[in-house]
């Protein structure tokens, strides 16, 4: 996979595609999946075209604590913190990422059951 702005998370960064957005700082976007496999489905992406985690490097940790932190954040304002939620990246085509944008899945509202199924 190679990363670039050409992908659709990179159209919804530049608002050519719409999107349900929910967070947005100067680094970070995060929006409703349109295929929502949880009652809350969030991708949590950084405006900065980073293919996946195999992609990242030591100067991307700030990145990613921001990151994270806007997960954190969006959790509580959709009522997940008290009881619970998952947070989980996908990596290459085996690790089941389809987007070459690294994007965290924030899913919430019913019980995740591990291994997820």
């Known amino acids: 996979m190679t990363e670039g702005q050409d992908t659709i998370f990179g159209k919804i960064i530049r608002r050519?595609?719409?999107?349900?957005?929910?967070?947005?700082?100067?680094t970070v976007l995060a929006f409703r999946d349109i295929s929502?496999?949880?009652?809350?489905?969030?991708?949590?992406?950084?405006?900065?075209?980073i293919c996946s985690v195999a992609s990242l490097k030591?100067?991307?940790?700030?990145?990613?604590?921001?990151?994270?932190?806007a997960a954190a954040e969006i959790a509580r304002r959709e009522g997940l913190a008290e009881g619970g939620y998952r947070l989980v990246t996908n990596i290459g085509?085996?690790?089941g990422q389809t987007v070459p944008h690294l994007h965290f899945h924030l899913l919430g509202g019913r019980h995740m059951g591990w291994p997820p199924g």
Do not use: M, N, R, T
């Open 16 to 26: 050519e595609i719409p999107a349900q957005i929910v967070y947005e700082s100067e």
């Open 36 to 49: 929502p496999q949880a009652p809350v489905h969030i991708l949590v992406i950084p405006k900065k075209p």
């Open 58 to 69: 030591p100067e991307h940790a700030g990145l990613i604590g921001e990151i994270v932190l």
């Open 93 to 95: 085509h085996d690790g």
